[in-house]
């Protein structure tokens, strides 16, 4: 990506692994399309500085500093970490035209990003907890598919 890291999928070994370490609640949500119940997630109210990266493979998604109280029940951020790292694909599930977001490199489920977000991008990811894993600033990046991603430590 821009930022550096390696968005290659992971192959079908590494993908089995990283499945096999999800709970039934996170399998549901990251890997067939779930929602948490608004008002729930572990991250909603997490003020701390740092990075929120996909709970599967362990990429950076977004930066504490472009998280915003939206209201909304779920954790939303106005801006990824790097374009490049979130896909939107259209999803017209629920009699609804949506634009669902995923992790670039593991194809999982974050949420949706919807156009009522504040400057200066106008954009409102609105994100499951249970999608992400909170990195304070400071300490190393996860790298479940140990292709050294962990060398970015504190996204600035």
Not at 85 to 90: F, G, S, Y
Not at 135 to 155: F, K, M, S, T, W
Request: proline share 6%; with cysteine.
């Amino acid at each position: 990506s821009p930022s550096g890291f390696d968005l290659t999928p992971p192959d079908a070994a590494e993908r089995k692994r990283l499945e096999a370490d999800l709970t039934r609640e996170e399998a549901e949500v990251l890997l067939h399309h779930g929602t948490e119940a608004a008002f729930c997630g572990g991250l909603l109210d997490n003020k701390e500085d740092g990075a929120y990266c996909c709970r599967l493979c362990g990429l950076p998604l977004f930066q504490a500093k472009t998280k915003f109280e939206s209201g909304t029940g779920w954790p939303s951020f106005f801006a990824p970490i790097d374009e490049a790292h979130v896909l939107a694909v259209k999803d017209t599930s629920y009699g609804m035209i949506r634009i669902e977001t995923r992790c670039a490199r593991c194809d999982s489920h974050q949420g949706h990003v919807f156009p009522d977000g504040p400057a200066p991008t106008r954009l409102r990811y609105c994100i499951n907890s249970i999608s992400l894993e909170f990195v304070q600033n400071g300490q190393a990046l996860r790298d479940p598919l140990e292709r050294g991603d962990n060398q970015h430590l504190a996204i600035a």
